[in-house]
């Protein structure tokens, strides 16, 4: 068995989840949320540092979470089916890790077959409204995707491990994995690009390199 990871915010689907609850919940709060992800999602600050602030400001409500569920599936990214079923194919069994939250991952998950996901639990109260996070969850500060992966591979015992991912989040798992591949289709981060052991702008590249 070989493990893939892909990240899901602007490597499966086009959008970034927060940004889009953001804009659900009003027009004055999008600008400073989506400023703070651009800085972790570049690295020039930690997500440690933004994750609890984002969800405090936005506060999101259950309805907002299932439409940003929507919106993942409404934007996904346009060779992503065909990708993940020809890596099935090839014996890769794919996984989403991600600093995003599993309620809005799910329907692009089963969109793509992909039964796992390593995302961030929201807590709602029963009327809906926000009731926190599970802090203690890897993704929510820096590198808790390579602790995700040393978990994983721990478990499955892979014989190889790729990750796939447009953020310096994505790139700290480089070492932890055989393969690290950049992904620039909706944000080209230079040091991802850099750094990369392989940079695509579309998913359908990945079979030829794994």
Do not use: H
Request: hydrophobic content about 45%.
């Amino acid at each position: 068995m070989n493990l893939i990871c892909f990240d899901c915010d602007s490597t499966l689907s086009a959008i970034e989840g927060i940004d889009e609850m953001a804009r659900l919940r009003g027009p004055g709060m999008t600008d400073g949320v989506e400023a703070m992800t651009r800085e972790a999602m570049d690295g020039r600050m930690r997500i440690e540092d933004v994750f609890a602030r984002r969800l405090e400001i936005i506060r999101p409500r259950r309805e907002d979470v299932a439409a940003v569920g929507r919106r993942y599936v409404e934007t996904i990214e346009p060779t992503a089916v065909r990708t993940v079923a020809e890596l099935v194919r090839r014996g890769w069994t794919p996984v989403i890790i991600s600093g995003g939250f599993r309620q809005a991952i799910e329907p692009l998950a089963a969109v793509l077959g992909i039964a796992r996901i390593e995302a961030v639990d929201l807590f709602f109260a029963e009327d809906g409204a926000y009731r926190g996070f599970d802090t203690g969850y890897p993704t929510t500060r820096s590198g808790g995707k390579p602790e995700v992966i040393r978990g994983l591979r721990a478990e499955l015992k892979p014989l190889r491990t790729v990750m796939v991912g447009d953020a310096v989040s994505d790139l700290e798992a480089k070492a932890e994995v055989d393969l690290f591949v950049g992904f620039g289709r909706y944000a080209v981060r230079e040091r991802v690009r850099r750094e990369a052991g392989a940079f695509i702008d579309s998913l359908d590249r990945l079979p030829a390199l794994v």
